[in-house]
């Protein structure tokens, strides 16, 4: 058991890194909240499953990839840390002060901003109830696909957790170690984002900048303190 505990809470600083920072997913994710709580929580729902399929395709290929490049093992652990802190930099940068603009959405599961465009315009043609013939039962399922299809498109989450999986090739090198590490990944990214679900339909949109730039603090703190984990011993 204590075998699995700890790639277990690897994962979940893993999701929890890539998912607190509140960028233009999060705010839409609230928005939908605002508007359809059960729309909401599948829309959650397909975030974290976008988290948990970048995790898993990484954490199948990263021990392979580990394998492979025995030789030159420290270094390729020290140039997944710095890709870690490249991001956690970028992103730490942009929560500098409240309202930093477009910068501050660029958390590892933000979109670029043609998502909030997206959704905007598909919330304004066919999100309220009842309108352009969608059916209430149907719109969990479409706002899970779409949430899917929409944080799919930005690939620093797909790097983040490539760098992760690679650098730490031998730890979740056994079949156990590497669904230990996926479901503290899925279970956090889900709890996060539902955990928004439940903020949005209760207080709405109007989170304070404050409270959002600490949530960017908070994660990319987690994505730097695990960069510097992995990089050491240095080579």
């Known amino acids: 058991m204590n075998e699995l505990m700890s790639p277990t809470l690897a994962g979940a600083a893993a999701g929890l890194g890539v998912a607190m920072p509140m960028g233009a997913m999060s705010v839409l994710l609230l928005q939908e909240a605002m508007r359809d709580r059960r729309t909401a929580v599948a829309a959650a729902a397909g975030i974290a499953a976008v988290d948990l399929g970048y995790a898993a395709l990484a954490t199948a290929l990263g021990p392979w990839v580990a394998s492979h490049i025995s030789p030159v093992e420290a270094w390729v652990r020290l140039a997944s840390a710095v890709i870690l ?8 940068a942009g929560a500098r002060r409240p309202g930093a603009g ?16 997206t959704v905007a315009s598909e919330a304004g043609t066919g999100a309220g109830v009842g309108q352009a013939g969608v059916s209430v039962r149907a719109r969990p399922g479409n706002a899970f696909a779409r949430y899917v299809g929409l944080t799919a498109l930005n690939p620093t989450t797909a790097l983040y957790f490539a760098a992760l999986t690679t650098a730490q090739g031998a730890a979740l090198g056994t079949g156990t170690a590497g669904t230990a590490f996926l479901l503290g990944v899925g279970a956090a990214s889900l709890l996060w984002q539902q955990a928004l679900v439940a903020l949005g339909s209760l207080a709405g949109t109007r989170i304070p900048d404050r409270a959002r730039v600490w949530t960017f603090r908070l994660g990319y703190g987690l994505v730097a303190a695990y960069a510097v984990k992995i990089a050491l011993p240095l080579p």
């Open 85 to 92: 802190l490249v991001i956690a930099v970028h992103g730490l």
């Open 102 to 117: 477009p910068e501050s959405d660029a958390g590892p599961d933000s979109g670029a901003v043609l998502v909030q465009d």
